[in-house]
């Protein structure tokens, strides 16, 4: 089992940046790949951006290419979400989820069956 615990939403003004934390434990959690997902009220939840098992690559939706970075200490106890030129069109629940095991050390993934453990969320709301 792996634990995944999320941390750091708040309210946050528009153009504003905000970092996300997800505390990793358990057994062989450094061997996972991570995901970030997020979910606006009445909508499905969409993929975010991910970091390969190995940490040396990651991959971006369209929508926060250029403005989120997500990386991992070197224990791969934490991953983060730096989030940067934020828009009211990022409120939503933050997930990071834990997975890829059944892909290449630096392969990543957007889709969600790619991932076998999820958090719990937090929430993060953007005012204009």
């Known amino acids: 089992q792996v634990q995944l615990v999320e941390s750091g939403g708040r309210l946050v003004q528009a153009g504003g940046s905000l970092r996300l934390s997800c505390a990793v434990s358990?057994?062989?959690?450094?061997?996972?790949?991570m995901g970030w997902f997020r979910q606006a009220p009445g909508e499905e939840r969409e993929f975010v951006g991910c970091i390969s098992r190995s940490g040396t690559n990651t991959y971006y939706a369209d929508s926060v290419k250029g403005r989120f970075t997500i990386s991992r200490d070197n224990a791969k106890t934490t991953v983060y979400l730096q989030m940067n030129s934020l828009k009211p069109e990022d409120t939503a629940v933050y997930y990071c989820?834990?997975?890829?095991?059944?892909?290449?050390?630096?392969?990543?993934?957007?889709?969600?069956?790619?991932?076998?453990?999820w958090g719990q969320g937090t929430q993060v709301t953007v005012s204009s």
């Open positions: 989820a834990a997975g890829l095991r059944g892909l290449g050390l630096a392969d990543v993934s957007a889709y969600e069956s790619a991932y076998d453990y």
């Open positions: 358990g057994r062989t959690s450094s061997n996972y790949g």
